[in-house]
C-alpha cells in the first residue's frame, strides 16, 4: 500500500539536500515502522465508509463557544437528567461568564485534505504496563489523556508529552500551563466550578469533595459541548448505558480534531483484568453509568475499519 503521508515525505526527500533531509527520513522510517496500518486520511472500503458516515456527523459542535452555546430544548434536558444537582443556576448566564475567562472561539475547524494531524488517546488501563509505547505515543502531535493518568514514572509506557488532558471536577489534576484544560461538563455546576478555579476558588464540594483550584492556564481550557456529549451518546453509542464514558468521548473528539488517531491504554490487561497502570485498582467497565461493552465493541469496529489504530499492549 502506497501511504500518501510516506510519499509526500519522499517527495521531500528528494527534492532537497542536507540535514533537513535526515530529518524527514529519520521521521518517516520510524513512522513507517512503528505503524502498519492507517495513516491520514486512508481510504475505509465501501462499507466501513457506510458504517462510519451513518455515525459521524462532520458538522456537530466539538467545543462550546458562545456563539454555539444555545443548547435546543432536548439537548439541555437530556443534559441536565444526567447528574442530580439540586441547585441549578442559570445556564445562559454562566456560558457569558465563561467565555469572557476563557478562549472564544471555534477549535480545530481547520479540517480539509492536506492537514494530517497525528493524535493518541492515552486511557489509563493497565494494559499499558511493561508496553513502552512511551516513543510512539510522544511522536504524535496531540496527546489526550483524562483524568488523573499521569506520566512521571511511567515515561517508558506512556509517554511524557499530554498537549490536552480530559477530566471533569470530581477527575481534577493539576495539568500545568502547557497543557489544554479540556472540561467533560455533566451539569451547570461543573462550568461554575471551571469559573471558580480561576476565580474566588470558592467551590470545593459537587456531590463529593472537589479541588477548590489546580494549576493550569486560562487561556488553553476548553470545553466540551453538551450537544457533542449527546451525539456520541445517540449516534456512536445508541443510546447504551446512560451516557458514554470520558474514554470514549475522548476517542470520538480526536476523531473530530485529529487526521490520524491512535489508541493506547483502553480495555483489559491480557489475563483479561480492568485495572489502571498507575494504581491498584479492578473495575467492571460494566459498572456504574456506561456500557462499556458496548463502547469497547464500537472501538474495535473503528480499528477494524481502519479508522483508528488500537495498540492493546500485547
Ligand atoms: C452548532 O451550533 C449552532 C449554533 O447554536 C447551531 O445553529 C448548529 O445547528 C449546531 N450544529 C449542529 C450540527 O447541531
Ligand atoms: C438529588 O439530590 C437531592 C439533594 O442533594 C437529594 O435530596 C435527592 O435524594 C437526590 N436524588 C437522587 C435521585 O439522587
Ligand atoms: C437566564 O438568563 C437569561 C439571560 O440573562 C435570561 O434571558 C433568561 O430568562 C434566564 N432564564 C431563566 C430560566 O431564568
Known amino acids: 500500500m502506497i501511504r500518501k503521508r510516506t510519499l509526500r515525505h519522499f517527495i521531500v526527500f528528494v527534492s532537497v539536500s542536507g540535514p533537513i533531509c535526515i530529518v524527514l527520513f529519520h521521521q518517516t522510517s520510524t513512522r513507517s515502522f512503528l505503524k502498519d496500518s492507517c495513516m491520514c486520511n486512508c481510504a475505509m472500503d465501501s462499507e466501513g465508509r457506510s458504517w462510519f458516515s451513518q455515525r459521524?456527523?462532520?458538522s456537530a459542535n466539538v467545543t462550546l463557544n458562545r456563539k454555539?452555546?444555545?443548547?435546543?430544548?432536548?439537548?439541555?434536558?437530556?443534559w441536565k437528567s444526567l447528574q442530580n444537582e439540586s441547585v441549578v443556576a442559570n445556564y445562559t448566564q454562566v456560558v457569558e461568564v465563561m467565555f469572557s475567562l476563557f478562549p472564544d472561539k471555534d477549535h480545530y475547524t481547520d479540517s480539509s485534505p492536506s492537514r494530517c494531524r497525528t493524535c493518541a488517546v492515552v486511557g489509563n488501563s493497565g494494559n499499558l504496563v511493561g508496553s513502552r509505547y512511551g516513543a510512539l505515543i510522544d511522536s504524535q502531535d496531540f496527546v489526550i489523556r483524562m483524568n488523573e493518568g499521569p506520566t512521571k514514572g511511567f515515561e517508558r509506557d506512556v509517554g511524557s508529552k499530554t498537549t490536552h488532558r480530559v477530566i471533569y471536577p470530581e477527575s481534577a489534576v493539576d495539568m500545568g500551563v502547557t497543557t489544554h484544560l479540556v472540561l467533560l461538563p455533566f451539569k451547570i455546576l461543573d462550568l461554575q466550578w471551571l469559573i471558580s478555579i480561576f476565580t474566588t476558588k470558592h467551590i470545593d464540594l459537587t456531590y463529593m469533595y472537589v479541588k477548590p483550584s489546580i494549576i493550569a492556564d486560562r487561556n488553553m481550557v476548553m470545553i466540551l459541548h453538551p450537544a457533542f456529549i449527546k451525539y456520541v451518546y445517540d449516534s456512536w453509542l445508541q443510546g447504551h448505558g446512560e451516557y458514554p464514558s470520558t474514554g470514549f468521548i475522548s476517542v470520538i473528539f480526536a476523531l473530530h480534531v485529529c487526521d490520524e488517531v491512535s489508541v493506547f491504554g483502553f480495555g483489559p490487561t491480557k489475563d483479561g483484568v480492568w485495572d489502571?497502570?498507575?494504581?491498584?485498582?479492578?473495575?467492571d467497565p460494566n459498572e456504574g453509568p456506561h456500557d462499556g461493552d458496548f463502547e469497547g465493541k464500537v472501538i474495535s469496529q473503528l480499528h477494524q475499519k481502519h479508522r483508528i489504530m488500537l495498540y492493546k499492549g500485547w
Open 68 to 78: 454555539n452555546g444555545l443548547l435546543d430544548f432536548h439537548t439541555y434536558w437530556w
Open 276 to 283: 489502571h497502570y498507575f494504581e491498584d485498582f479492578k473495575s
Open 56 to 58: 459521524y456527523k462532520p
